[in-house]
């Protein structure tokens, strides 16, 4: 079955790998497994990848270990200043090893590919590409990027019959155990396993994933600005934009500002 079979017309690739003959080779098994495809760019490094994605491919085909910055890395990044009405890439994270593929599972990828890719392992990528590919053009594309920017954070809806939420966090500061009313969070910044709480009184750890805190605590007040970043919408003094259309939010009891990426500004523009 061709692309054009399956509803899709001409899609577009990028690739990011920094070894030169497992590029080429990806490029030549790619074009006899998807002869439609068209590769736009072929990048050497992360941050030439981030640089490459303007041009808006369709799917990037991801190493997670290369110069400048991992796969992963570029996933986040690219999703950060996706424009709001593209649909968002499909990503596929390439590996010489298999136990990054959990991660990249975890990161929103399509699928994962062990070097050197087999052609065998390469048609079963395609095809689940190119079924993601027809699916998205026959639904609406409102909301995708928001949609994949939580994917990404792995902020999952909470279960059909969820517990009481709770009201007061208990969060680490050294050997101290902190009680923060959730009332009295600003925002929430996840780093790696953590999950930082800054709130009145200053900041202080959670030691569980976004993803769980969120399933945790009654959300209603709260507002995603950033792949990794959760605000209390109570505590929103302002929004400010650039010349270049980014906004950063000023809010009340911090002193640093905190930026929203491209995905989540639609919540900040006037009414």
Not at 9 to 23: C, F, H, M, N, S
Not at 24 to 45: F, Q
Not at 110 to 135: I, M
Request: proline share 6%; with cysteine.
């Amino acid at each position: 079955m061709t692309a054009m079979d399956r509803g899709v017309v001409a899609p577009t690739a990028l690739i990011a790998e920094d070894e030169p003959l497992l590029a080429k080779a990806l490029v030549r098994e790619l074009a006899g497994a998807w002869p439609a495809l068209e590769i736009v760019a072929v990048a050497d490094n992360g941050i030439a990848a981030i640089e490459d994605a303007k041009r808006l491919p369709d799917v990037m085909f991801l190493d997670i270990k290369m110069p400048g910055k991992s796969g992963i890395e570029v996933a986040e990044a690219v999703a950060d200043e996706w424009p709001d009405d593209h649909p968002e890439p499909l990503f596929v994270f390439v590996t010489a090893y298999d136990e990054f593929a959990v991660s990249a599972f975890e990161h929103a990828a399509v699928d994962y590919l062990l070097k050197p890719a087999t052609r065998e392992r390469l048609d079963v990528t395609v095809a689940r590409l190119q079924e993601r590919l027809r699916v998205r053009a026959a639904a609406p594309r409102t909301g995708d990027m928001a949609a994949f920017v939580a994917r990404m954070q792995s902020i999952a809806p909470a279960p059909d019959e969820p517990a009481e939420p709770i009201k007061v966090i208990r969060a680490g500061v050294g050997n101290t155990v902190r009680m923060i009313p959730v009332a009295d969070v600003i925002c929430f910044e996840a780093t790696d396993k953590y999950v930082t709480v800054v709130s009145i009184g200053g900041e202080a750890l959670v030691r569980m994933s976004m993803r769980e805190l969120m399933t945790r605590i009654d959300t209603k007040d709260f507002k995603q600005i950033h792949r990794s970043v959760i605000v209390n919408s109570n505590h929103i003094v302002s929004a400010t934009r650039d010349e270049i259309g980014h906004y950063t939010l000023n809010l009340r009891g911090m002193k640093r500002t905190l930026n929203v990426s491209r995905a989540f500004s639609y919540q900040f523009r006037p009414m």
